[in-house]
């Protein structure tokens, strides 16, 4: 028999930033709204942090773009869009890895490698980094996703495919 424990419904982290989702490791990202909307208007919000459980800002609101922490790991990018370059933190906000990295919200380290492309230009090819910095599989994918369990998700001439680490 499996035991389930009470769904109280209680909160965690009380109403406080327009957005808040799974940050990884116990963390969520959280941007604070800065002006509701207004008729037509859409809502603005503020810069990305990261919150703990408790609400409490253990990396305050200064990205435009905040990764999922995985491995002790997360992307972050100081500007928006396309042209923006990724750099990677550690929980206590130290910059592991420069902002030279271009990659995508959901990519992040698993088995020691993140995926991630050396160019913004949308044909650039993808490979794997791994937390120096290093190229450990070279961009050689049209899309390459985050390994699990030691395989990933490529796609190479519109062709999907399953690549090891090895």
Same mark, same amino acid.
């Given at each position: 028999?499996?035991? #389930? ?6 909160? &965690? *982290? ?14 969520? *990202?959280?941007?604070? &709204? ?12 503020? &810069? ?33 869009? =396309? ?7 550690? $929980? /206590? /906000?130290?910059? =592991?890895?420069?902002? $030279? ?11 020691? =490698? ?7 230009? =949308? ?22 996703? /985050? ?7 490529? *796609? #190479? ?7 090891? $680490?090895?």
């Amino acid at each position: 028999m499996i035991d #389930v424990p009470e769904r109280t419904g209680s909160y &965690l *982290i009380q109403p406080q930033s327009a957005v808040i989702d799974e940050g990884g490791e116990g963390l969520f *990202i959280a941007r604070p &709204l800065i002006k509701a909307a207004a008729n037509d208007d859409p809502d603005q919000y503020g &810069l990305a942090g990261y919150l703990d459980q408790s609400g409490q800002w253990i990396i305050p609101p200064m990205y435009e773009m905040a990764g999922v922490f995985s491995e002790g790991i997360a992307c972050v990018s100081l500007r928006s869009g =396309l042209e923006s370059a990724c750099g990677f933190i550690d $929980r /206590n /906000n130290k910059l =592991l890895l420069p902002y $030279r990295f271009y990659t995508m919200f959901w990519a992040r380290f698993s088995d020691g =490698l993140c995926p991630a492309r050396e160019s913004n230009d =949308l044909f650039s090819l993808w490979g794997y980094i791994d937390k120096t910095g290093e190229w450990i599989i070279k961009p050689q994918f049209s899309t390459a996703r /985050n390994f699990e369990n030691g395989a990933a998700t490529v *796609i #190479v001439n519109n062709l999907y495919g399953v690549i090891s $680490r090895r």
